[in-house]
């Protein structure tokens, strides 16, 4: 039986798995709860229902689609008692003069609220002061509104104390169906969705999309005098103290993100339990009502007939609308572009730092305005936009250094300040890039979760292969000699068999606990009861085939550098590396078998080394190779959606899926996959959340501080920008797919702090708003932006020639950018559908005749390491052109093209 065969036969069916048996191991049975009167109602765009008790929102589906609901409408029963909140809810922080905060919740503890009149536009209307608490100094009333066909939630809060109230904290909890409970991958793709927020004050909105990435989307959107302040998560009702009221008995885990307010005052907030935190997306604010005087809040409920779309919806609902291009995150050595479009003129632009950001008016149309953005300094930064009509909308920025010296940062910080070698390690690390801890400023030789410190699984190979990854397109002659050592050291025999019937199995973890064999080396302070703390059996196991592309990842790389470079590779030549890079694919394959029916993290990897294999002529190594993916490939073809994991839902696996389904010309599954990825990775005017591709509990097993929560920039923003960006090249078009892309891949280097230290995430939650301190599973996300770091020239319908990664120029017919990404080896001209990539040699500039099609790349002078530039192109959209040059000789697909101490010129030309 051939090896994919016995592989597919040795698991189970590629179901994924229930969260039930995720969390468990095994089905629960579910409590029966007694159903929940509710009132059925229509407007032109939704059908929805309200509980008849509370008036809260218990259904909303798009007209006509009862199969689907953005709320949790099938656990109405069993979320229905005190403690559970539902749109249509409210949170009040307040206080009076001298008196300290108090907190008011009309969900803690439920009343009879009161009906008020309905009729004409208002479809029901109560006052619900009753739920708020008997202390509460306001009467707060709710109207459910038709206006105009738009459903809207409005609040009227009026002081009916003889004294003013401050209101620093008031929110709206939205509680939309982000539960995966109990349902399998085809079950969460057809009825849950996932909620982005836009944190930008009046212009702030939610989207609400739909995981099989299809549409009609949900956009709330904000009414006067309801800024999106904060997104303040309503924490789960555990062990908290019982004045503690804004929160929510439904679990907080990998199967449900849980709920968050739409934050309209946050001031009582950022005095109390966000003092500590980092800068904050807003300057926080409070509302004072006078005796006797009232405020109206409101949120509006639109659809957008699909996630590209909107942009458009927002338009046509007059909101205003900021595009960055090519984003959020903004090297000092480059310009951005921001464009808006509003219904009210902009009256000034103000940075905050003051003179972090800088946006000069240039010339647009279309109905947009556009502004040239400048940065100077570093870390996080915005840009308040003050309309006409008094509407403030915040743009937030990252600064970084110029990208040559954040990789040049990174891969001195991994190979000195993370590098290990301690030759009576007793197991077996040394030498070694292991994890480090920011804020003690020091290696991790022990953790609880032993991988953190056993340079295997995520949480632990991540910053070796970080520190592997930033030599492809950057490499430095010290930092490759020591990759090469921990490679051959330590990889080689120790992380990896390296012979006998299991040569090129990757075990879990170098690491383990066993206080028998080494009674005085663990830390007692450290907890070791946890499941956790594998012991060597289950440290030394070859199973879990998710730490196989990491080990892949380090072999490829000393290929290629040993392959297109003179003098930096010197323990082995380019076919021992190549050859191990193989041997650890063909293991997963035979020794991991059940985890790699799943897409891997890293996965690409595989691809990537699959054609080399097939450049290089090693046809027997090639065709195996092949057969086993193909394998994968074609039983996830029969798959709906084949995205499983170890995890009840992940946003890990659809990258590879993507390129197996791309390579064996499996369109309609990769087209799938794809749209199934802009459902869960958004493009938002925020450096945080713009690409940042949904991860929310891996802080549990690679962060310092523990818990479920959004995180900004894990390594699935870069990840899956990696299949993205092959879509765009298809269809150059469709700039949505580009400007996710983007946001993910320029999101992986905002982890990278001013020395080099990369951080696993970025804590979302206004406690915190800082880096996680520990390295953990970083290095997954650098892969994702080193091997898919780029330019990019655009010519968009709407808003003219573009630059994603350098400063590009027209003049006449001639288009010229200087490449500013982290690499410059990779360029995208998009009219010509031309993809050009370089494994030796830089590109210092690209110019582009519109009249011709001809292209000019000008390449940095040769350096001792790379005396000749490797170069490859090709036409990646149909109905494009080829091109050819008649510079260098042909070279394993490519043309090989000598140096020389000045610039070198390749002209390619359309036939």
């Not at 249509?88 to 008011?104: C, N, V, Y």
């Not at 929160?247 to 339990?273: I, L, N």
């Not at 031309?834 to 030796?840: K, S």
Request: aromatic share 10%.
């Amino acid at each position: 039986m051939p090896l994919v065969a016995l592989m597919l036969a040795a698991v189970p069916a590629m179901l994924p798995m229930t969260a039930a048996q995720a969390e468990d191991g095994a089905e629960k049975p579910k409590p029966v709860f007694a159903p929940i009167q509710t009132t059925a109602m229509k407007t032109p765009t939704f059908d929805l229902a309200l509980r008849a008790d509370t008036q809260t929102l218990a259904h909303l589906s798009p007209t006509g689609d009862a199969a689907f609901d953005f709320v949790p409408a099938s656990r109405e029963a069993e979320r229905a008692g005190d403690g559970y909140v539902h749109i249509g809810d409210i949170h009040i922080r307040l206080k009076t003069a001298g008196s300290e905060w108090q907190d008011f919740s009309s969900a803690h503890a439920r009343k009879q609220i009161t009906a008020l009149p309905a009729g004409a536009d208002v479809l029901a209307a109560a006052d619900i002061t009753a739920s708020m608490g008997s202390s509460v100094p306001l009467r707060v009333e709710r109207r459910w509104v038709n206006d105009h066909g738009v459903l809207a939630m409005r609040f009227t809060l009026v002081n009916t104390s003889d004294a003013a109230v401050e209101i620093g904290g008031l929110g709206m909890p939205m509680v939309f169906d982000n539960i995966i409970l109990d349902r399998d991958l085809d079950q969460a793709h057809a009825q849950a969705s996932f909620v982005d927020p836009y944190i930008g004050r009046d212009a702030g909105y939610l989207q609400v999309t739909r995981l099989n990435g299809q549409g009609p989307a949900l956009l709330v959107l904000p009414e006067t005098g309801t800024p999106l302040e904060a997104y303040r998560p309503v924490l789960e009702k555990r062990a908290a103290p019982k004045d503690d009221i804004f929160t929510d008995r439904s679990p907080r885990t990998q199967v449900s993100e849980g709920f968050y307010d739409w934050t309209v005052a946050s001031k009582g907030f950022a005095e109390k339990e966000w003092a500590k935190a980092g800068q904050q997306w807003n300057e926080a604010t409070s509302i004072t009502l006078a005796p006797g005087e009232s405020r109206t809040i409101g949120l509006r409920f639109v659809t957008s007939p699909s996630v590209r779309a909107i942009e458009d919806t927002l338009v046509a609902n007059k909101r205003p609308v900021a595009v960055g291009i090519p984003g959020y995150v903004v090297p000092t050595d480059q310009t951005a572009s921001l464009f808006l479009k509003t219904p009210s003129k902009v009256a000034k632009i103000e940075s905050f730092p003051l003179g972090a950001l800088t946006a000069t008016t240039e010339k647009a149309g279309n109905g947009w305005a556009r502004y040239q953005v400048k940065a100077s300094g570093w870390g996080q930064a915005r840009l308040t936009v003050t309309y006409a009509d008094g509407q403030k909308q915040t743009v937030s920025y990252y600064i970084t250094k110029p990208l040559d010296q954040v990789m040049a940062d990174i891969g001195n910080f991994t190979t000195t300040k993370q590098w290990f070698e301690g030759k009576d390690d007793p197991f077996h690390r040394s030498p070694a890039i292991l994890s480090y801890d920011r804020e003690d400023n020091k290696i991790l030789t022990q953790d609880g979760r032993v991988w953190v410190s056993g340079m295997s699984d995520e949480g632990g190979a991540g910053s070796w292969v970080a520190a592997a990854i930033k030599q492809l397109d950057n490499p430095n002659a010290e930092e490759v000699a020591k990759l090469e050592r921990l490679v051959n050291e330590t990889v080689i025999g120790h992380l990896q068999v390296a012979e006998g019937p299991q040569a090129g199995a990757v075990k879990k973890s170098l690491f383990y606990y066993d206080p028998k064999e080494f009674p005085d080396y663990y830390d007692p302070k450290i907890n070791w009861k946890n499941w956790t703390a594998w012991s060597k059996k289950d440290s030394d196991d070859l199973g879990r085939s998710y730490n196989y592309p990491h080990v892949a990842i380090g072999h490829w790389v000393l290929y290629r550098l040993a392959r297109d470079n003179q003098g930096l590779v010197k323990q082995h030549d380019w076919k021992f590396y190549l050859e191990w890079a193989y041997r650890t694919s063909a293991a997963m394959m035979r020794d991991a078998p059940y985890y790699a029916q799943f897409g891997q993290m890293e996965g690409d990897i595989f691809l990537d080394i699959l054609k080399d294999l097939k450049r290089e002529g090693l046809t027997a190594e090639a065709t195996k190779m092949e057969g086993l993916m193909k394998g994968r490939a074609d039983h996830w073809r029969t798959l709906k959606f084949p995205f499983g994991s170890e995890m009840a839902w992940d946003s890990t696996g659809q990258p590879e899926v993507y390129a197996w389904m791309r390579y064996f010309n499996y369109q309609p599954q990769a087209d799938v996959t794809r749209e199934v990825i802009l459902g869960y990775d958004p493009t938002i005017p925020s450096w945080g959340y713009n690409g940042n591709a949904r991860r929310y509990w891996d802080f549990l097993y690679g962060g310092k501080v523990s818990r479920i929560e959004r995180q900004i920039h894990h390594y699935g923003s870069a990840l899956n920008a990696v299949p993205l960006f092959d879509a765009y090249r298809q269809n150059p078009t469709d700039l949505h797919l580009l400007r996710v892309a983007y946001g993910g891949m320029m999101g992986g280097v905002t982890n990278i702090d001013q020395e080099g230290f990369g951080s696993a995430a970025f804590h979302s939650w206004p406690d915190m708003m800082k880096w996680d301190v520990i390295t953990g599973d970083y290095g997954m996300g650098f892969y994702g932006h080193a091997i898919t770091s780029a330019s990019y020239m655009v010519n968009d319908a709407q808003l003219g020639w573009l630059g994603f990664g350098g400063d590009l120029k027209t003049k006449g017919s001639q288009i010229t950018m200087a490449p500013k990404d982290g690499a410059r080896r990779r360029l995208f001209v998009a009219p010509a559908g031309l993809w050009i990539t370089l494994e030796a040699g830089r590109i210092q500039s690209a110019q582009y005749d519109t009249k011709t099609g001809k292209v000019v790349l000008t390449l940095d002078p040769a350096s001792d390491t790379a005396p000749t530039a490797r170069l490859l192109f090709e036409t990646t959209t149909q109905g494009a052109r080829a091109y050819t040059t008649q510079t260098g000789t042909a070279d394993r697909g490519g043309y090989a093209i000598p140096l020389t101490g000045g610039v070198t010129t390749v002209t390619l030309s359309p036939r």
